[in-house]
T-cell receptor, first 116, second 114 residues
Framework: AQKITQTQPGMFVQEKEAVTLDCTYD???????LFWYKQPSSGEMIFLIY??????QNATEGRYSLNFQKARKSANLVISASQLGDSAMYFC?????????????FGSGTKLNVKP | SQTIHQWPATLVQPVGSPLSLECTVE??????LYWYRQAAGRGLQLLFY??????ISSEVPQNLSASRPQDRQFILSSKKLLLSDSGFYLC?????????????FGNGTRLTVT
């Protein structure tokens, strides 16, 4: 079964506007971590933001924020004031494991295109 | 600070040839190590992960194998490459024990099997 689902294969956003990238996850664990990564065309994977399952406040990192809705098992990434350099693939990931949190599962990604 | 080195950056190999991709981590001890594969325009598929020397967990049965001969060295191998082995291979490491600690990736190897 899919652990992480990203339903938007591609998104367009106008420069300086905000955009939300969707992510839903599936787990029966109580403790887990949710991450977003950015992958530019160069291929490197850049860690953006983290949300813990016990965190009550939504995580924020500069222009990135994570809209965490635990009951709905969603962890959407919000990018405010989009910039041309935000054009990239974005991956949602979950870290879980019964004892040592050894496994990271990734979604299929969303390709974001920022239009000037 | 911790760094991860992965090489080579690109590789073109004929079908049936062997493969060896190497990854090393510096600046940390006893990391969890991972190999992921990414098909063009697709998500990341976990191939192997390791929690210690000689300890390898395989997530997907295939003609690839992994080894961890030293604490901070992770090697991905194949005896005979298939066309379907083409893709972007990413090595990564994480600190064990804790859901809040991210994966840190190498720059990847683009493998083309011809």
């Amino acid at each position: 079964a899919q652990k992480i689902t990203q339903t938007q294969p591609g998104m367009f956003v106008q420069e300086k506007e905000a955009v939300t990238l969707d992510c839903t996850y599936d787990t029966s664990d109580q403790s887990y971590g949710l991450f977003w990564y950015k992958q530019p065309s160069s291929g490197e994977m850049i860690f953006l933001i983290y949300q813990g399952s016990y965190d009550e406040q939504n995580a924020t990192e500069g222009r990135y924020s994570l809209n965490f809705q635990k009951a709905r098992k969603s962890a959407n990434l919000v990018i405010s004031a989009s910039q041309l350099g935000d054009s990239a693939m974005y991956f949602c990931a979950m870290r879980q494991g019964a004892y040592n949190f050894n496994k990271f599962y990734f979604g299929s990604g969303t390709k974001l295109n920022v239009k000037p | 600070s911790q760094t991860i080195h992965q090489w080579p950056a690109t590789l073109v190999q004929p079908v049936g040839s062997p493969l060896s991709l190497e990854c090393t981590v510096e600046g940390t001890s006893n990391p969890n190590l991972y190999w992921y594969r990414q098909a063009a325009g697709r998500g990341l598929q976990l191939l192997f992960y390791s929690v210690g020397i000689g300890q390898i967990s395989s997530e997907v049965p295939q003609n690839l194998s992994a080894s961890r001969p030293q604490d901070r060295q992770f090697i991905l191998s194949s005896k005979k490459l298939l066309l379907s082995d083409s893709g972007f291979y990413l090595c990564a490491w994480s600190v064990p024990d804790g859901p809040g600690l991210p994966l840190h990736f190498g720059n990847g190897t683009r493998l083309t099997v011809t």
